[in-house]
């Protein structure tokens, strides 16, 4: 292979490399955000095409690409309790697209304003399309010439067929009633009639506006001979849509039919909306059963909607006429437990986070757990379907929602040492309230703001009052007393009160066979020796009280259990046996089985129970192929897995609390009903067997397998990831594969062209031929760097490293001895005659990966610190890029200081967004008036500089360069004195263009330093 032909990774599509990323870390299903991703992709888009300098056209042309690769990472998943193919649906067709309506009508905002103030105005419905609008045509159009991106998941196949068949119908003058193309039979058209990912793009611009049906004309859009093909008459079967808006009720067919279509328009959502709230009472169960349906999952174009709908018949109004002493939600208890149970799959739940209306969504559950967590049992609901449910299980469908909106799952340590005041923030239910109340209150005052709007039906509207927990004094009180669990041991049961006649009769349930038998058992911090009641009759009497209540009471009784099992009292099989009979009397309760369990693990008080076979179960039927397969996954890492040695006279052991959960969650059956509650202690079961030294979580993981072994590959890519939980070197290593395989600069042959692909990889999974393989570091990266402790040692490391990329990108990435080689070979380049263009591409890439992995580790405040702190640390610190290399020649200092330079760009506008409209721009005048403070005082040699002189005038040049050309406004923003010390440092390097380059963007204030040099200039 030539020299040239080494340096790879430069394609065009790695200039969209941190969308590729960002995509990618949004599909973590162990993260809800309280942020929209169409708000954090939009400023991202806006930020990459400024810095890059391209044209929309390629901007959105490359996002799309970057969507479907994502959806191609996805396309034959490895099963498990993780968001799936729906998830990654919604952010292409749905998130993608809103990104881009954003985007475009930001732009034809401005163009309607602008006319409105000229004399000579058009109607506004007579505007001409703003130029992003035309080249998002042009982008769609080239997109078709990436067919091998273009397929279709097998389960949406269908759907695209029926959008190229549409589109061919158009064509050939046919109609179909109402467009209720879903109705038609495929088997009328030609079998050649195949649609792919690129008709559902064009299917959902069209439905947000944002192209017209010409879009079905494009040159190759369908197959023309298709055309020819379709019948002159097609016989169509009215669809359920169509009967709904014609005025069928809604019957229990027609709500069949309704589940598994989605809706195609906001009309259609909006009647079944005005079902719910005017319906009978079963016509409002089956519009809450429709809306939780295929519209929500793949109803792309209505989407968010149906999401805010949702949450609107979560939040049910007063009746004008209610005069009851209790809550008017009881009456709501059907309506309320339907929607619960309809939102709570994991991707229902990851489709709220990606739209941004968690928050929303928390404040509406609170209530609910409020006035059902209050509630005494004596009554339950009988659904038309001949279910019954009591307020236990409306109050558990709530709760176990509501604490998984936040990262309740994390294991106590991590909550105590995480470093990052903005992501411990985020680990509370008050956090969530605080951001849906900033959301509401500032809504519709900016224009962006008002464009939105107009997507939204006028049937929603949500009261801008605030709301604190102070409103909800029992979820409050139970908050508190979860993290008093955290914090310290139990205390407090006294003797007597009710708190400890819940705990006896809760023990008296759970190990009521042994209470048969035996010395009953009873709270061990109580001090009692028998039981408090004359029976089990008197449990269920004793247990008719509050969820809130039990939930109280079950930490004192699962540090009994557990106490009764360390000490022989109780049976490894008897401890899990009562464990599930306390979930099944309230589901509820499995949050704080997952919350004192962890705390336990983490004050190592009990001793570690021995997975043998005999008391509790065994790994050794699979333990050593899960490690091979951990092994195999990250064989291209370079990072050594730890040797699982047990066996023999060394077996398998995990902490008691983290014993007694994996027993616990194996004893649930895998059905619909309990899916929601394993999404809940299956999230803790995995994150505190992370947290546990090795090998706790490959014995976990081989434990589920040998329950479920679908899931198989799914666990052992969650056990790979522990490797990095408490290994800093490894998570380097990780680190430095990232940089390696995007730069194309190792010697794998996987990796050896660089770019996206050998970054990320095909996901993972075994959906390949041959099994488990080698995952992209990049995969692995983003779903372990929420566990990595030390967040701020991660921006000096990915600092270190880029500058270690550049020395190499600077030799091609050649090893030294063959560099040697290749120097005093006859036609070998030397090595100051590497393309300086190339490398500069290269160099930008790494700087683009860099500023992509700190922002992603740690958000703004991460970019924050390294633009005051470390950046500055690095500049005075004496080290060079050349001393550090052995390497001759300037080329080196001048690529790193480049590097740096887009480096912190990229690292700012991923952070800030180019414009003002994030929350995260307002800290932006401080944290770039420091850094750039920083660069003043050491032109004016106020400080001392210790790196490469090369390096550090690249870096100023670079860096005031990008700045003042991708984001000029900032410089308003900034203190004058500081930008004329910049300026005037410039101009003694002979920079003048950009000395007053730099003045010239500064405002009124730095007006008169820019007519003086423009003075002196000429002078």
């Keep these: 292979m030539s020299l040239a032909g080494q340096c790879n990774g430069t394609s065009r599509s790695a200039l969209w490399l941190p969308i590729d990323l960002f995509l990618e870390d949004a599909m973590d299903g162990t993260q809800v955000a309280a942020t929209s991703a169409v708000e954090i992709l939009t400023g991202l888009v806006k930020a990459l095409q400024v810095v890059n300098g391209t044209t929309w056209h390629d901007t959105?042309?490359?996002?799309?690409?970057?969507?479907?690769?994502?959806?191609?990472?996805?396309?034959?998943?490895?099963?498990?309790?993780?968001?799936?193919?729906?998830?990654?649906?919604?952010?292409?067709?749905?998130?993608?697209?809103l990104t881009v309506a954003d985007i475009i009508e930001e732009e034809e905002s401005e163009l309607i304003d602008e006319t409105e103030q000229s004399p000579s105005n058009l109607p506004k419905d007579k505007q001409a399309p703003g130029r992003r609008r035309k080249d998002l045509v042009t982008s769609l159009?080239?997109?078709?010439?990436?067919?091998?991106?273009?397929?279709?998941?097998?389960?949406?196949?269908?759907?695209?067929?029926?959008?190229?068949?549409?589109?061919?119908?158009?064509?050939?003058?046919?109609?179909?009633?109402?467009?209720?193309?879903?109705?038609?039979?495929?088997?009328?058209?030609?079998?050649?009639?195949?649609?792919?990912?690129?008709?559902?793009?064009?299917?959902?611009?069209?439905?947000?506006?944002?192209?017209?049906?010409?879009?079905?004309?494009?040159?190759g859009y369908v197959n023309a001979s298709d055309s020819n093909q379709v019948p002159c008459s097609i016989a169509t079967q009215m669809s359920g849509w169509s009967s709904l808006m014609k005025g069928s009720p809604l019957t229990p067919s027609l709500t069949n039919a309704l589940v598994v279509t989605p809706a195609s328009s906001l009309a259609?959502?909006?009647?079944?909306?005005?079902?719910?709230?005017?319906?009978?009472?079963?016509?409002?169960?089956?519009?809450?059963?429709?809306?939780?349906?295929?519209?929500?999952?793949?109803?792309?174009?209505?989407?968010?909607?149906?999401?805010?709908?949702?949450?609107?018949?979560?939040?049910?109004?007063?009746?004008?006429?209610?005069?009851?002493?209790?809550?008017?939600?009881?009456?709501?208890?059907?309506?309320?437990?339907?929607?619960?149970?309809?939102?709570?799959?994991?991707?229902?739940?990851?489709?709220?986070?990606?739209?941004?209306?968690?928050?929303?969504?928390?404040?509406?559950?609170?209530?609910?757990?409020?006035?059902?967590?209050?509630?005494?049992?004596?009554?339950?609901?009988?659904?038309?379907?001949?279910?019954?449910?009591?307020?236990?299980?409306?109050?558990?469908?709530?709760?176990?929602?509501?604490?998984?909106?936040?990262?309740?799952?994390?294991?106590?340590?991590?909550?105590?040492?995480?470093?990052?005041?903005?992501?411990?923030?985020?680990?509370?239910?008050?956090?969530?309230?605080?951001?849906?109340?900033?959301?509401?209150?500032?809504?519709?005052?900016?224009?962006?703001?008002?464009?939105?709007?107009?997507?939204?039906?006028?049937?929603?509207?949500?009261?801008?009052?605030?709301?604190?927990?102070?409103?909800?004094?029992?979820?409050?009180r139970w908050y508190r007393q979860n993290e008093e669990c955290i914090a310290s041991t139990l205390t407090g049961l006294v003797h007597g009160t009710s708190v400890h006649l819940i705990v006896d009769a809760l023990l008296t349930k759970m190990f009521r066979k042994i209470n048969r038998s035996g010395t009953p058992l009873t709270s061990a911090t109580s001090g009692s020796t028998n039981s408090s009641g004359s029976g089990l009759e008197d449990v269920s009497i004793k247990l008719k009280v509050p969820a809130w209540d039990i939930l109280e009471a079950t930490p004192f009784v699962l540090d009994a259990a557990l106490a009764a099992c360390a000490h022989g009292r109780l049976s490894p099989r008897e401890l899990a046996t009562g464990l599930k009979e306390l979930s099944d009397?309230?589901?509820?309760?499995?949050?704080?089985?997952?919350?004192?369990?962890?705390?336990?693990?983490?004050?190592?008080?009990?001793?570690?129970?021995?997975?043998?076979?005999?008391?509790?179960?065994?790994?050794?039927?699979?333990?050593?192929?899960?490690?091979?397969?951990?092994?195999?996954?990250?064989?291209?890492?370079?990072?050594?897995?730890?040797?699982?040695?047990?066996?023999?006279?060394?077996?398998?052991?995990?902490?008691?609390?983290?014993?007694?959960?994996?027993?616990l969650t194996i004893t649930f059956k895998l059905d619909k009903a309990s899916d929601r509650f394993l999404a809940l202690v299956g999230l803790g079961l995995s994150s505190l067997a992370s947290s546990c030294p090795w090998p706790c979580m490959p014995i976990v993981a081989s434990l589920w397998a040998q329950k479920v072994k679908r899931w198989n590959d799914f666990l052992v890519f969650s056990a790979s990831g522990t490797v990095f939980h408490y290994n800093t070197d490894a998570v380097v290593q990780l680190l430095k594969s990232c940089f390696t395989s995007t730069l194309g600069l190792t010697s794998s042959h996987n990796y050896s062209n660089g770019g996206v692909?050998?970054?990320?990889?095909?996901?993972?999974?075994?959906?390949?031929?041959?099994?488990?393989?080698?995952?992209?570091?990049?995969?692995?990266?983003?779903?372990?760097?929420?566990?990595?402790?030390?967040?701020m040692f991660m921006k000096e490391e990915i600092l270190s490293i880029l500058m270690h990329c550049v020395r190499d990108i600077a030799s091609c990435g050649l090893p030294r001895e063959k560099l040697e080689k290749l120097k005093k070979t006859k036609h070998g380049m030397r090595y100051g005659q590497v393309s300086l263009a190339a490398a500069m591409t290269r160099?930008?890439?790494?700087?683009?990966?860099?500023?992509?992995?700190?922002?992603?580790?740690?958000?703004?405040?991460?970019?924050?610190?390294?633009?005051?702190?470390?950046?500055?640390?690095?500049?005075?610190?004496?080290?060079?890029?050349?001393?550090?290399?052995?390497?001759?020649?300037?080329?080196v200092g001048m690529l790193g200081g480049y590097a740096l330079a887009y480096f912190a760009v990229f690292c700012a506008t991923f952070a800030w967004g180019v414009d003002s409209e994030s929350r995260a721009s307002k800290k932006r005048p401080t944290v770039l008036g420091t850094h750039l403070e920083f660069l003043a005082s050491a032109l004016d040699r106020k400080i001392s500089v210790g790196c490469d002189c090369a390096t550090w005038r690249a870096y100023v040049s670079g860096f005031v360069t990008l700045i003042v050309g991708c984001t000029p406004t900032w410089m308003l923003e900034i203190n004058v004195d500081a930008l004329k010390r910049l300026s005037k440092g410039l101009r003694q390097w002979d920079e003048e263009e950009l000395a007053l380059t730099l003045l010239g963007v500064g405002g009124v204030g730095a007006m008169g330093a820019a007519a003086q040099l423009i003075v002196e200039s000429k002078i």
Aim: charged share 15%; hydrophobic share 45%; glycine share 8%.
């Design 60 to 97: 959105f042309l490359g996002l799309w690409i970057a969507a479907l690769r994502l959806l191609q990472r996805e396309r034959d998943p490895s099963e498990g309790p993780v968001p799936r193919i729906d998830s990654s649906l919604c952010m292409v067709l749905s998130v993608t697209t």
């Design 141 to 219: 159009q080239l997109l078709g010439d990436f067919e091998d991106m273009l397929t279709p998941p097998p389960f949406v196949r269908s759907i695209a067929n029926q959008a190229a068949a549409k589109a061919i119908m158009f064509i050939s003058g046919l109609t179909v009633g109402n467009g209720y193309y879903e109705s038609v039979s495929m088997n009328g058209l030609a079998t050649s009639c195949l649609g792919n990912m690129r008709h559902l793009i064009v299917e959902a611009c069209i439905a947000r506006n944002l192209l017209d049906t010409s879009a079905y004309l494009w040159p």
């Design 268 to 476: 259609e959502i909006e009647k079944v909306y005005e079902i719910a709230v005017n319906g009978s009472d079963d016509e409002k169960i089956c519009a809450a059963t429709v809306l939780c349906g295929a519209s929500l999952v793949r109803g792309w174009s209505v989407q968010e909607n149906t999401i805010l709908f949702i949450i609107k018949l979560l939040s049910p109004p007063v009746p004008a006429d209610y005069s009851g002493s209790e809550s008017h939600l009881i009456g709501y208890a059907a309506l309320l437990n339907t929607l619960l149970v309809g939102i709570s799959s994991v991707d229902c739940i990851q489709i709220f986070s990606l739209h941004g209306w968690v928050p929303l969504l928390a404040a509406a559950l609170m209530p609910i757990c409020e006035v059902f967590g209050s509630s005494i049992p004596n009554a339950s609901w009988t659904l038309s379907s001949g279910e019954e449910f009591s307020c236990y299980a409306v109050f558990s469908n709530a709760f176990t929602i509501l604490v998984r909106l936040w990262r309740f799952h994390k294991p106590p340590l991590e909550q105590l040492t995480v470093d990052m005041p903005l992501v411990a923030s985020q680990l509370s239910p008050e956090y969530l309230l605080l951001v849906r109340n900033s959301k509401l209150a500032s809504f519709g005052t900016s224009p962006k703001d008002q464009m939105k709007s107009k997507r939204f039906s006028k049937n929603i509207k949500f009261s801008t009052d605030p709301i604190f927990m102070d409103s909800f004094p029992k979820l409050k």
């Design 585 to 663: 009397c309230l589901p509820a309760t499995l949050a704080t089985v997952v919350s004192y369990f962890s705390a336990e693990v983490t004050r190592g008080l009990w001793k570690p129970a021995f997975m043998n076979g005999t008391d509790w179960p065994s790994p050794a039927t699979n333990l050593s192929s899960i490690e091979q397969q951990i092994k195999k996954i990250l064989a291209a890492t370079g990072v050594d897995v730890p040797t699982v040695a047990v066996g023999g006279n060394s077996p398998a052991t995990l902490p008691l609390p983290l014993a007694a959960l994996v027993s």
């Design 757 to 791: 692909g050998a970054l990320l990889g095909h996901g993972f999974g075994s959906h390949f031929s041959g099994g488990i393989s080698p995952v992209g570091p990049g995969i692995l990266y983003l779903r372990v760097h929420r566990s990595v402790r030390d967040v």
């Design 843 to 891: 160099a930008k890439l790494a700087a683009s990966l860099g500023a992509s992995l700190v922002w992603i580790s740690g958000g703004s405040s991460l970019v924050h610190s390294l633009l005051t702190e470390t950046l500055p640390s690095w500049f005075i610190s004496v080290h060079g890029l050349v001393q550090e290399g052995g390497e001759s020649g300037c080329m």
